[in-house]
Structure formats: structure tokens, C-alpha cells
């Protein structure tokens, strides 16, 4: 199936770092959308991105819709242990209805 | 508001048997997608109902299927199941799914044996 590209695939990082990943596409997106998984449970959203350019925040997260609509990023400032889980960018184009997902990025902070 | 929430959330099942999952959208919301998620596949979107219709579906087989009622709850179903199926099936919702912003249920834990 169709997935985007998101890197990178896991990190271990050390209690109060900042963090950074992002989202390549072939295609271009209308929209796009940041999750965050625990085992077990379904994404929970983080940050909607719907322009080209624009930089949103959510406390000690901000994403950025990329000025080429072909990719994303999400920087976490200042990481603390409940920030461990696996983080999925999505990607929406207008008159398809549907989201193709990112592999997931799976982060791990080390207190 | 209550969130999506998706029955049962877990289930076990034999080959060949067939399955109902069930999706209550968020209020107000009209459109149900559907993804399955495997440790190999990744999310993959299953299909899409807006106001009782399909509008799009991902590429898997005809044993997957779903509806929409009036009231926007959505139910999917798999017939003669396989080992493969064996998966977390995640509904989401949003107001009217074209790039709206996206809600996801808890997920349904399907088990194959």
C-alpha cells in the first residue's frame, strides 16, 4: 500500500532534548496531519496543517507545511518520558477523501 | 463532545468466519473512514462513507466491505477471514472528509487464528 516517507524511523533521545522529524512526498497535499500512537490505542491528532508555509503550535510541539506542499515537519522542544510513542504524519488532497500515512516515526526518551 | 468510539475492541476470530466491526463518529461529523494497521503494512485506508455513500476505497479485497447508516454510524465487514487479516482496524471521522481535520477511535483488535 501507499505510504509516505518519514524519518527518521526510531530515535532514543535523553529527557529534556529537542526533537525533529519529517514527512517526504511525491505528491502534493492539501493538508497535513500529525498523530500520535501508544501501543494498542488509535492516533491521537497533534497538529493540522492547511497551508503551504504556515507554522502551527500545540504546546511543546510545531509542525510546518512545507513550501513545496510535498513535505512536513514536527519538532518537539524540551522532550519528557510521555513523549515515547510512534508519531505518523498524514497527507490529504481535496476530492480524494482519504489520508496516506506516514511509516511512522517510533521515539524513545531516555529519562 | 464524545469522541469516535469503535465496538468491540477486541475480537478473535477462526479462519473462514466473518466479522462486523462497528463506528460511531463524533457528533455532527458525517464522514467515517476506515484503515486497517499492521506491523507490516503500516495504515492503510480501507474505504470512505459520507452521508451513506462510498466515495473512495483503498485496494483491498471484495471480502472487505462496509456501509453507513442515516445516523452516520458505519459498520465494516470481512467475510471468509485469513491469518493476514489479523489486524488493528482504526475508524476515523471527520465533518465532511475531503481534507478536513481527522478524528480516530480506539481501534478494533482483530485476531485471526
Known amino acids: 500500500g501507499q505510504q509516505l516517507n518519514q524519518s527518521p524511523q526510531s530515535m532514543f533521545i535523553q529527557e529534556g532534548e529537542d526533537v525533529s522529524m519529517n514527512c517526504t512526498s511525491s505528491?502534493?497535499?492539501?493538508?497535513w496531519l500529525w498523530y500520535k500512537q501508544d501501543p494498542g490505542e488509535g492516533p491521537v491528532l497533534l497538529i493540522a496543517l492547511y497551508k503551504a508555509g504556515e507554522l502551527t503550535s500545540n504546546g511543546r510541539l510545531t509542525a510546518q507545511f512545507g513550501i513545496t506542499r510535498k513535505d512536513s515537519f514536527l519538532n518537539i522542544s524540551a522532550s519528557i518520558p510521555s513523549d515515547v510513542g510512534i508519531y505518523f504524519c498524514?497527507?490529504?488532497?481535496?476530492?480524494?477523501?482519504?489520508?496516506?500515512f506516514g511509516t511512522g516515526t517510533r521515539l524513545k526518551v531516555l529519562a | 463532545k464524545a469522541g469516535v468510539t469503535q465496538t468491540p475492541r477486541y475480537l478473535i476470530k477462526t479462519r473462514g468466519q466473518q466479522v462486523t466491526l462497528s463506528c460511531s463518529p463524533i457528533?455532527?461529523?458525517?464522514?467515517v473512514s476506515w484503515y486497517q494497521q499492521t506491523p507490516g503494512q503500516g495504515l492503510q485506508f480501507l474505504f470512505e462513507y459520507f452521508s451513506e455513500t462510498q466515495r473512495n476505497k483503498g485496494n483491498f479485497p471484495g471480502r472487505f466491505s462496509g456501509r453507513q447508516f442515516s445516523n452516520s454510524r458505519s459498520e465494516m465487514n470481512v467475510s471468509t477471514l485469513e491469518l493476514g487479516d489479523s489486524a488493528l482496524y482504526l475508524c476515523a471521522s471527520s465533518y465532511t472528509g475531503s481534507t478536513d481535520t481527522q478524528y480516530f477511535g480506539p481501534g478494533t483488535r482483530l485476531t485471526v487464528l
Open positions: 498524514a497527507g490529504g488532497t481535496s476530492g480524494t477523501y482519504k489520508y496516506i
Open positions: 457528533s455532527g461529523h458525517r464522514s
Open positions: 505528491s502534493i497535499f492539501n493538508t
